[in-house]
Structures are given as structure tokens and as C-alpha cells.
T-cell receptor
Framework: EDKVVQSPLSLVVHEGDTVTLNCSYE??????LLWYKQEKKAPTFLFML????IEKKSGRLSSILDKKELFSILNITATQTGDSAVYLC???????????FGTGTRLKVLA | DVKVTQSSRYLVKRTGEKVFLECVQD?????MFWYRQDPGLGLRLIYF???????EKGDIPEGYSVSREKKERFSLILESASTNQTSMYLC???????????FGQGTRLTVV
């Protein structure tokens, strides 16, 4: 059965810390992996990863995929209170329109 | 920017009522989705649609139906609301398989 597992479930850090969030997956005929940030409302799209070893970067956020070990990490450097959110990982299932979501990592950044 | 708009942010309904949740997207996306999100369970797919009048069941379709009469609009219907359908409902749209989906702001439904 296809599945996506995120760790840790929750994390509390102080401003300025660097955090690493993990997403592992078992999906038949993997095509891509997506990261979203969810604050109080809708998940907003961060990254889509399709190739192993190629880092995607946006400001203080970066992400990389390892297709051999079946995981991705999301790094946030110099965290700010505005980074507090739930971070979701999703993988589209092969040949369908369905996305499997992990349960998310809840990040809280303290001032 | 892609915009996915859900008709209500908050709804309170009584058990047994028929409930309509509306979703509109403005990017001419083929695919539209309805998820519910519950603590500890993550996002679970209720239904999705890949074209007008086309729909497929997701992982938890029981107690729900959907309607897609126009490409931009995807409605979720709770035929007879029950308390276990109290949840956050998220609509999303996407252009193609295996690409990113864009979400609406969510509707928090409480059934009393």
C-alpha cells in the first residue's frame, strides 16, 4: 500500500535555529514529491521535486530528494516566527490523480 | 496567481441537513479535488474530478457526493450531515497528473 510518513510530528525551536523536516515514501512508480506549508488555512505550495540530488531553494527554505533511499528533506535556516506552520509532504500516486499526504510536521518557532 | 475559492470559511449545520460546499477555480484546471483534514489523520481524499461531469471516489467517499457541471466549479454535497462529518474541508485544483495542486482557504464545518 502506498504511504507517506513525515517526521518529527512536531518541533519547537527558537528564532535563528535551523530545522530539518523529513518525508519518507513508498509509492509505486514514483514521479514527484511536493512540499506545502499550511498556516491557519489553505496549504500553500512550496516545492515540487522530481530528480534525485537536485536541491530546490527559495529564500531560507530548501529541499532535496533521494530516490534511492525514498525520502526528502525540507530545510529551513535562520527560522523566524512566521515559519510556524504545519509542513505537509505529498506524493501523487502513479497513473491516477490522487495525492497521498503525510500527516504533517507542526513547527513552532519561538521569539 | 491561481485562485481557488471556497464559498464559506465556517459553517454550522444540524444533523440530517443537506449541506453544499462550493469551490471555484480560475485557472482552467482539468482536475479538482475535495479533501477533509482531521487532526492526526492528515488530508484524506473524498472525491476528485478530472473533467466536467466526470468524478471518481477517493479514499473516504461514504456519506458524500459531488457535482461538476462546469469546469471551474466543483461542489461537495453531504446528503444527510452527521456529527462525524465535522471537519475542515479543503478543495484543490491542478492542471495535470503529478503536478502541484492549489488549495482553497478551507471550510470548517461543524455538525451539531
Amino acid at each position: 500500500e502506498d504511504k507517506v510518513v513525515q517526521s518529527p510530528l512536531s518541533l519547537v525551536v527558537h528564532e535563528g535555529d535551523t530545522v530539518t523536516l523529513n518525508c519518507s515514501y513508498e509509492v509505486t512508480n514514483f514521479r514527484s514529491l511536493l512540499w506545502y506549508k499550511q498556516e491557519k488555512k489553505a496549504p500553500t505550495f512550496l516545492f515540487m521535486l522530481t530528480s534525485s540530488g537536485i536541491e530546490k531553494k527559495s529564500g531560507r527554505l530548501s529541499s532535496i530528494l533521494d530516490k534511492k533511499e525514498l525520502f526528502s528533506i525540507l530545510n529551513i535556516t535562520a527560522t523566524q516566527t512566521g515559519d510556524s506552520a504545519v509542513y505537509l509532504c505529498a506524493v501523487p500516486t502513479s497513473g491516477t490523480y490522487k495525492y497521498i499526504f503525510g500527516t504533517g510536521t507542526r513547527l513552532k518557532v519561538l521569539a | 496567481d491561481v485562485k481557488v475559492t471556497q464559498s464559506s470559511r465556517y459553517l454550522v449545520k444540524r444533523t440530517g441537513e443537506k449541506v453544499f460546499l462550493e469551490c471555484v477555480q480560475d485557472m482552467d484546471h482539468e482536475n479538482m479535488f475535495w479533501y477533509r483534514q482531521d487532526p492526526g489523520l492528515g488530508l484524506r481524499l473524498i472525491y476528485f474530478s478530472y473533467d466536467v461531469k466526470m468524478k471518481e471516489k477517493g479514499d473516504i467517499p461514504e456519506g458524500y457526493s459531488v457535482s461538476r457541471e462546469k469546469k471551474e466549479r466543483f461542489s461537495l454535497i453531504l446528503e444527510s450531515a452527521s456529527t462525524n462529518q465535522t471537519s475542515m474541508y479543503l478543495c484543490a485544483s491542478g492542471l495535470r497528473m503529478n503536478t502541484e495542486a492549489f488549495f482553497g482557504q478551507g471550510t470548517r464545518l461543524t455538525v451539531v
